[in-house]
């Protein structure tokens, strides 16, 4: 995602956290199938669920670091986010 994509983006997402609204958003990763969706809540926790074309190690098991190597640069750098943490939980 670049230039007005983003800035669209991050203009409704601000939108969204001042009315205290919780929304979703579905992205994919350009140049796979891969995707999932992003659960934003007002106390500003988000959970993530990898649904398109999950990416495993194993039959049952996500490849997490994948996951964390495309989502945490997203947040470095940003003045307006702190990541205070992030938990990961697998569900059969």
């Known amino acids: 995602m670049q230039g007005a994509e983003r800035t669209e983006l991050d203009a409704l997402v601000q939108a969204k956290m001042r009315a205290g609204e919780v929304f979703g958003i579905r992205l994919f990763w350009d140049g796979a199938d891969v995707g999932g969706e992003f659960l934003v809540f007002p106390s500003c926790e988000v959970v993530f669920s990898p649904t398109m074309d999950r990416v495993k ?8 670091s994948w996951y964390l190597a ?11 986010v702190d990541l205070d943490s992030w938990i990961w939980r697998e569900t059969a």
Request: net charge neutral; aromatic share 6%; glycine share 10%.
């Open 57 to 64: 190690l194993g039959p049952r098991t996500t490849d997490v």
């Open 70 to 80: 495309r989502i945490l640069p997203v947040f470095a750098g940003r003045d307006d």
